[in-house]
């Protein structure tokens, strides 16, 4: 077995008890990818939120990343999807207030501890790693 197969597989078993219900070694499409990626659970989006920010990878290590988001409504039903590619470290968008009850997110798994999911219209993460205060 290959040694970067074998720090993925570690990598992964050291992080699932820390975060409960992220899918690891792969994106929110389920497709397997050649990078180390996370799929994180559904990430409550509050009603009245019309910007997201989400802070996924150093850049100073990674270079630029194609973030994937997914929406879905208050059954969990998939409602929208979004792509961009050629993103540093942050990408900011605007959503409708209301349309969405729940994200998705691919993240990078080498840097899951920094990265986070934050509603910039309450000032309020939805999701941080564990050494984002």
Excluded at 45 to 59: E, G, K, Q
Excluded at 60 to 74: C, P, T
Excluded at 83 to 102: E, H, K
């Amino acid at each position: 077995m290959s040694s970067e197969i074998m720090r993925r597989r570690a990598q992964y078993q050291a992080k699932l008890d820390e975060y409960e219900g992220f899918v690891f070694g792969v994106g929110v499409s389920a497709q397997i990818m050649e990078r180390c990626l996370v799929a994180t659970p559904y990430i409550d989006v509050p009603s009245d939120c019309t910007s997201i920010t989400i802070h996924f990878s150093d850049t100073a290590n990674k270079g630029l990343y194609s973030v994937r988001q997914q929406f879905f409504n208050a059954n969990k039903q998939w409602v929208s999807y979004v792509a961009q590619t050629n993103v540093a470290s942050d990408y900011t968008f605007t959503i409708t207030a209301g349309r969405y009850a729940y994200i998705r997110v691919t993240l990078d798994c080498d840097y899951l501890d920094e990265a986070y999911i934050k509603d910039n219209t309450n000032n309020t993460y939805l999701w941080k790693g564990k050494n984002v205060v």
